[in-house]
T-cell receptor, first 117, second 114 residues
Framework: SQQGEEDPQALSIQEGENATMNCSYK?????LQWYRQNSGRGLVHLIL?????REKHSGRLRVTLDTSKKSSSLLITASRAADTASYFC?????????????????FGQGTILTVHP | DGGITQSPKYLFRKEGQNVTLSCEQN?????MYWYRQDPGQGLRLIYY???????QKGDIAEGYSVSREKKESFPLTVTSAQKNPTAFYLC?????????????FGPGTRLLVL
């Protein structure tokens, strides 16, 4: 099964509400990243949180990481219709022989967020 | 403009035919990646390359081949051995062999079988 699994699979909210998406994973990680994908387009990187970090903010985004529970959450505050997209978590658990990451990401299945105007 | 370009946007494959998807980047990134995305699914890694003239198989490499003769180019060939090629293919790159954390994605190529 996939390293990253997201919950819920779909989320429908009204503009102005907050949206929370969760990601669980199975193995130890170097970092966890969140990406956004508009329908039929490529992915756009949103935020990266390292394994030794617990919380990170970027604009209206807040990401938390709990390595003891192997889980992360993405919170989008004051959502807008333009936030409608699929959101994916991706974990980097790759290690070279020298102990450094070689950048292999494993993606979850994503959460489809719909924000109604 | 810097970025990653993929062509074509749509590609049609006939039975038994090999087709090649193009991926070019002018970001001066060392590492490049190919992913496959099926409807309603996440991305699965096909091949990746950390540096020119080097590449490794990802999780679903069977039926695919790649080359990395130039830093800016990482074409993917979908061979006739790939029995279920219909999918959305995404190319990505990241900065360097050391700092390869954030990946930058192209717009994707949708492959359809006739």
């Amino acid at each position: 099964s996939q390293q990253g699994e997201e919950d819920p699979q779909a989320l429908s909210i009204q503009e102005g509400e907050n949206a929370t998406m969760n990601c669980s994973y199975k193995t130890s990680i170097n970092n966890l990243q969140w990406y956004r994908q508009n329908s039929g387009r490529g992915l756009v990187h949103l935020i990266l949180i390292r394994s030794n970090e617990r919380e990170k903010h970027s604009g209206r985004l807040r990401v938390t990481l709990d390595t003891s529970k192997k889980s992360s959450s993405l919170l989008i505050t004051a959502s807008r219709a333009a936030d409608t997209a699929s959101y994916f978590c991706a974990t980097d658990a790759s290690l070279n022989a020298g102990g450094t990451s070689y950048g292999k990401l494993t993606f979850g299945q994503g959460t489809i967020l719909t924000v109604h105007p | 403009d810097g970025g990653i370009t993929q062509s074509p946007k749509y590609l049609f494959r006939k039975e038994g035919q090999n087709v090649t998807l193009s991926c070019e980047q002018n970001l001066n990134h060392d590492a490049m990646y190919w992913y496959r995305q099926d409807p309603g699914q996440g991305l699965r890694l096909i091949y990746y390359s950390q540096i020119v003239n080097d590449f490794q198989k990802g999780d679903i490499a069977e039926g695919y081949s790649v080359s990395r003769e130039k830093k800016e180019s990482f074409p993917l060939t979908v061979t006739s051995a790939q029995k279920n090629p219909t999918a959305f293919y995404l190319c990505a790159s990241s900065i360097s062999r050391v700092q390869k954390e954030t990946q930058y994605f192209g717009p994707g190529t949708r492959l359809l079988v006739l």
